[in-house]
């Protein structure tokens, strides 16, 4: 069920999926309406907003993971930081809303689970049933370059899941790879996930795990690589799928990169989709429609609805989308396509270059369908 609620300064799209169980889950993408309001102002409306619909319209639903899009970390994201929040995992990072303002939220929230921080890895925990979802957002160092930077990150991961009794190859979902200035830094980044994953086991000949890799940049101009990752405790071998689509798309590691196209995971009531940030690509790794976003865009949707098919959705089961555009003055034109085809989904549409500059367009997006899978547990 998707809503669209309006206050005086902000909006949200709410995507609600609810199977008759314990755990609804809701997709907020929060907006404002006056980007002439300074920051401050901009600020308070969203979250205003987010109270009132966590409050009313979402009454008994937890956050278990926020991302806030900022147009100018250096000067905004303490001000993130200085809310107060409780066991919620909080992305920050600046990749500039394009519709003028400041400031966006992308908020996952659920009914009927436990919230906590690990005590022993720092991981932002979910629990419900037999799983914990572990959560972390905003990780950084800063290492010399952004290839040492990416590879201390993924170290450091592989502790925290090891210290959860997890592995990365068993139990990690989804990655997010924010790359300052990623015309420069995206190819030591890819060097360092090539290097790790190949020691945690991941090959070409087992599987990836489902990514974004974007420009976005953290309040620290020395950040080069910011991480936001999610694994699940307690899941097994024989949930978790991987989407290939090899009609429209290639493997990834036919040209150097390690990641996958789209990953889903299978519980007894629900199944969760995880589609990586796809582009106007073809199956032979070749950019499609080049230096036409219009076109470019209309592949896009080809893509992922094809990834989509291969886990027996549609975009209609489809809760959030995150769309990144590398030139700013393409906004309008792709706003327009979004609202006719997708009215009342939840999206945002910000700055953030893709890793190829041929690249115009690209999105993300998670989707929820109920189904019913017997021998494993409930969500």
Known sequence: MNQRIAFDSAW???????????VKEHHLMLHVSDNTLPYPQQLEALMSAYRLIVEKELKGATAVFERYFLSDAANQADDILAIETTDIAQSIIQQAPLDGTKIGLWAYLMTGVTTSI?????????S???????????????ATNSEYQTRLLFNEYVMQLAQEGCTLANNCIRTWLFVNDVDLNYAGVVRARNQVFFTQGLTENTHFIASTGIGGRQQDPNVLTQMDNYAISGIKPEQIHFLYAPMNLNRTSEYGVSFERGTYVDYADRRHVFISGTASINNKGQIINARNVVKQAQRVWDNVGALLSEADCTF?????????????ADYHVVRALYEERFPGKPYIIVHAPVCRPGWLVEMECMAVKRIQKEGVEPF
Not at 118 to 126: D, F, I, P
Not at 316 to 328: E, Q
């Open 12 to 22: 949200a799209d709410i995507f609600t999926f609810d199977n008759g169980t314990e």
């Open 118 to 126: 690990s005590t022993a890895s720092g991981l932002y925990e979910v």
């Open 128 to 142: 419900h049933s037999a799983y914990r979802h572990l959560w972390n957002a905003s990780a950084h160092n800063l």
């Open 316 to 328: 209609f089961d489809v809760a959030m989308m995150i769309v990144y555009l590398r030139d700013t």
